[in-house]
C-alpha cells in the first residue's frame, strides 16, 4: 500500500466548499511577505509534504497519524458537515465527529506541530540527561555508553513516537470535545451578504470554553457560517444581524489569523487580505510557564509545595 505523503491540515472535503464550476478555488499565499493568488484545485492546497510523518520508527508506521487518526477525523466530519449544510438532523456520534475535526483545525497546522515534536524532543533530552549521573556509577565498567546513546539504541524514535501520540491525544481524549458537542449549535446563511466568506490555515474563532461567554465560530463555505456556543440568546442575536457585517467580521478575524494561507472564492477581497493577513499574534499553544513544568517533571524534580 502507498503510504500518503502530502497530508492536508486544511481537508479536501472542507476547501471544496470554496470551489467554483472550474473545480478550484482562490488561494492567496504570503511569500516573502508578498500575497501572491492563484487558481488550485481542494488536492493542490492546504497540505504539507510529511507533516505527521514520525521520523525514525519502521516506514509501514512512519505515517499512523495521518492514516489512522487524521483521516478518520476528516471522514467523520465530512459526513457531519454534509448533514449541517444540507438542514439533516446531527446524531450524536455526528456531533462528535464535528466537534473533535473543529478542536484538531487549532493543533494540526505546521507551527503547532513543530512545537509539540521541539517540546517532547526536550523532554527526552532532560529526561535522559538527569539520570547520566546515575547510569555512569551504576552501569558496567567495560560500558562506556551514555545513558542518551543507550536509550537512543533501545528506541531511537522514542521523542518522535512521543510527539506522535501526544497530538493524537490532544484532539481525541480533550474533554472540550463532548463540551462542543453539547453546545447550541446554529448554521447562519449568508448568502444575502454582499460579500462571501473565507478560510484560512487558522479559520477557527472562538472564546475559551471556561469563559461564560465561549463560542466557536467556522466558515464552511462562501455563504455559510457554523457557530457555537453556551448561550442560546448569543445565537440568536448573531444570526439576526446583517449578513454583510457578520461576513465582514468573520472575514476579518479568520484573515488576521493566518499565518501564511488564506483561501476563497476569487481574489475580488485580495486588498482585504493584504490589509489583516497576519494581524492578530498565534495562539500560543504551551505557555511557557507549562514548558518549564514539564521540563522539571522530566529532570525529576517536584514542586516546591509537593508533600
Not at 80 to 106: E, H, N, P, V, Y
Not at 242 to 253: C, E, G, S, V, Y
Not at 284 to 294: F, G, L, P, S
Amino acid at each position: 500500500m502507498q503510504l500518503p505523503r502530502k497530508h492536508h491540515y486544511k481537508p479536501q472535503f472542507f476547501l471544496g466548499r470554496w470551489a467554483g464550476k472550474d473545480r478550484q478555488l482562490c488561494e492567496m499565499k504570503l511569500i516573502h511577505g508578498k500575497l501572491v493568488s492563484s487558481r488550485r484545485s481542494p488536492a493542490g492546497t492546504g497540505y504539507i509534504k510529511d507533516l505527521y510523518r514520525t521520523a525514525g520508527v519502521a516506514e509501514e508506521r512512519s505515517q499512523d497519524l495521518e492514516t489512522n487518526f487524521m483521516s478518520p477525523i476528516d471522514n467523520g466530519a465530512a459526513t457531519a458537515l454534509q448533514k449541517l449544510t444540507s438542514g439533516r438532523l446531527l446524531d450524536a456520534d455526528d456531533r462528535i465527529a464535528w466537534a473533535r475535526f473543529m478542536l484538531s483545525l487549532i493543533y494540526r497546522n505546521r507551527e503547532c506541530v513543530e512545537t509539540i515534536k521541539t517540546h517532547m524532543a526536550n523532554m527526552w533530552d532532560e529526561g535522559t540527561g538527569a539520570l547520566e549521573a546515575e547510569w555512569a556509577a551504576n552501569r558496567d565498567p567495560h560500558d562506556q555508553r551514555t545513558f542518551a546513546e543507550v536509550t537512543a539504541s533501545r528506541e531511537p524514535a522514542a521523542a518522535a513516537i512521543s510527539a506522535t501520540n501526544m497530538m493524537a491525544d490532544i484532539i481525541a481524549n480533550s474533554r472540550a470535545v463532548p463540551d462542543i458537542a453539547s453546545m447550541p449549535w446554529i448554521r447562519i446563511d449568508l448568502r444575502a451578504s454582499e460579500r462571501p466568506l473565507m478560510t484560512s490555515d487558522r479559520p477557527l474563532v472562538f472564546i475559551p470554553l471556561e469563559n461564560p461567554k465561549a463560542y466557536m465560530a467556522l466558515p464552511i463555505g462562501p455563504h455559510d457560517l457554523f457557530v457555537a456556543a453556551r448561550d442560546d440568546q448569543f445565537l440568536m442575536a448573531l444570526a439576526a444581524r446583517n449578513p454583510t457585517l457578520i461576513a465582514r467580521q468573520m472575514n476579518k478575524d479568520v484573515v488576521s489569523q493566518a499565518r501564511q494561507f488564506v483561501w476563497g472564492v476569487d481574489d475580488d477581497q485580495l486588498d482585504f487580505v493584504r490589509t489583516y493577513v497576519g494581524a492578530a499574534p498565534d495562539r500560543v499553544i504551551i505557555t511557557d510557564a507549562q514548558r518549564e513544568e514539564a521540563l522539571a517533571a522530566a529532570r525529576g524534580w517536584q514542586p516546591a509545595d509537593a508533600g
